[in-house]
């Protein structure tokens, strides 16, 4: 019971602070992938290489957290993880007013990956953390546009009040949002043992995938921190790309490290289209 109490002080805490400004500086400088691929004729497609892969134009991601108005008991740097409902509409109508279209995780994977070719003006809606909010305000606003997102979910939180309930989970799905992961807990993946590998990817991987019937092939860091040397585990886990924050991309793994934008909720619509510009190239 001490502990539930522990981690339901951890969840409050974190709600509003999925992100970290000390970012994990991360230079791989080696460039070996697909080492082994063989040329041969009757392969059914062929995979990038990383060079290839970062060579391509970026699609841009943005990443939501809480959808709500503010409080006056909400931090400054609260707010950028805050974006009221107003904003929000804004902000999504903007989208679909500037000709952006929702692709899902795996059609950008298969851009990446295998070169397919997107629609025009592709953009990934992301939401972190598992927040009843965005089910009842951001899905509707989605709707409207035809928009699909992806909801990372930190399955400790499935069912607590202001969190997202099983059965608002699998209706997502069921409507062609996506299903990802986002961890257990939310511990941060830099600091992974290797129970944590159970605990924190295969456990929640097995949650996600009983309660939508799909298989879960995506995943969010914590606090958008990662490290090079333990990517490549998260492919052996089943994943097949890995969302990390507005940081440089790794380039050994790119898969595993695409970029994401978070939109403040301070943002006007014409800010958050300018970032999306600067940011994604
Ligand atoms: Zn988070």
Avoid at 153 to 179: C, D, F, W
Avoid at 232 to 245: N, P, Q, T, V, Y
Wanted: charged share 25%.
């Amino acid at each position: 019971m001490k502990l539930f109490l522990n981690l339901a002080a951890g969840l409050m805490l974190l709600a509003s602070a999925c992100t970290n400004s000390g970012q994990s500086k991360t230079s791989s400088t080696s460039v070996n992938s697909d080492k082994d691929t063989v040329e041969a004729n009757d392969a059914p497609k062929k995979e990038a290489t990383a060079a290839e892969i970062l060579s391509r134009k970026e699609v841009p991601v943005l990443c939501y957290h809480q959808i709500r108005d503010w409080k006056a008991s909400d931090s400054k740097r609260a707010h950028d993880d805050i974006i009221p409902p107003a904003n929000f509409k804004q902000h999504i109508k903007m989208l679909a007013d500037s000709g952006y279209h929702t692709i899902l995780p795996d059609q950008l994977y298969d851009y990446l990956n295998y070169g397919t070719k997107l629609p025009e003006k592709p953009i990934i809606i992301s939401f972190d953390d598992t927040d009843l909010d965005q089910f009842t305000v951001a899905a509707p606003e989605l709707k409207k546009y035809g928009f699909k997102g992806v909801f990372f979910i930190m399955t400790v939180s499935i069912g607590r009040p202001r969190y997202m309930s099983k059965a608002q989970i699998k209706t997502l799905s069921n409507e062609g949002h996506v299903i990802a992961s986002h961890t257990w807990n939310h511990k941060n993946f830099t600091q992974f043992t290797d129970e944590d590998w159970e605990i924190q990817i295969d456990k929640p991987t097995k949650t996600l995938e009983t309660i939508t019937g799909k298989k879960v092939e995506y995943f969010a860091y914590p606090y958008g921190v990662w490290k090079p040397e333990t990517l490549h585990k998260l492919k052996e886990h089943g994943f097949k790309a890995a969302f990390i924050l507005s940081t440089k991309r790794d380039e050994t793994n790119p898969l595993f490290t695409i970029r994401r934008i978070i939109d403040p909720g301070r943002y006007t619509a014409k800010n958050l289209y300018q970032s999306i510009n600067k940011s994604f190239k």
